[in-house]
């Protein structure tokens, strides 16, 4: 079986993996809390805010687990990408 992926595609995938990494998880959280912080200070029912606040808090922790689930999947593309790599010439 063949697999012909263009070098664009192949580049490209290693500058955007290259740039995402733990920062983004740390850029995610930090709007996380921005978001929290203006819901606290806006007026407004607050059982409907901390219910709110809550469901944020939650996707807020699950950042990293999906994080580390996509890395995973990342890193497999990219083995499979320099397998084609060491292996075009043939």
Do not use: C, W
């Not at 983004?24 to 901390?50: L, T």
């Not at 890193?75 to 990408?81: L, R």
């Amino acid at each position: 079986m063949t697999l012909l992926v263009p070098r664009i595609i192949v580049d490209e995938f290693q500058i955007k993996t290259v740039t995402g990494s733990p920062n983004q998880v740390r850029r995610a959280s930090a709007h996380f809390d921005q978001v929290k912080s203006a819901i606290r200070k806006a007026d407004g029912d607050k059982r409907q805010k901390d219910r709110i606040l809550d469901y944020l808090s939650d996707l807020d922790h699950r950042i990293p687990i999906l994080g580390g689930a996509a890395e995973g999947a990342l890193s497999q593309i990219a083995a499979i990408f320099v397998f084609i790599n060491d292996h075009r010439s043939e």
